[in-house]
């Protein structure tokens, strides 16, 4: 979606990320950010309100995300393209979903690596 206010801040926050960030080729990133930058501002705000340093924090979460993109494998960067284009993959009966609560699973976060690694 389209929404002014937030399209202007991304402009201002694009111009002012790390220079060794643009050094990489990010087109589908900046593709994936434009399309859901409105929903992640919005949330950002809703969390955070009218913080003084919102900008600030919004130009540190977007380099976050980009630079984990950059250090996203060529494999998965390949799987994140294949299911753009069959953008309904998580129907597939080929595939099998669960939801848990971690705390009763697993007491907390650790606890739930350490189910998961056995």
Known sequence: MYEQ???ALLNEILLELKPEI???RLRHFYT???ANFY???SLFRLL???RPDF???MVSLVETLALRYIERSPHLR???LARERNYNWFMSQKWVGMALYCDRFAGDLKGLHTKLAD
């Open 55 to 57: 900008k600030e924090q």
């Open 5 to 7: 206010a937030s399209h």
């Open 22 to 24: 643009g050094s990489f």
């Open 39 to 41: 929903a992640i501002h």
């Open 48 to 50: 955070y309100g009218d």
């Open 78 to 80: 390949k799987s994140d």
């Open 32 to 34: 994936r950010l434009g």
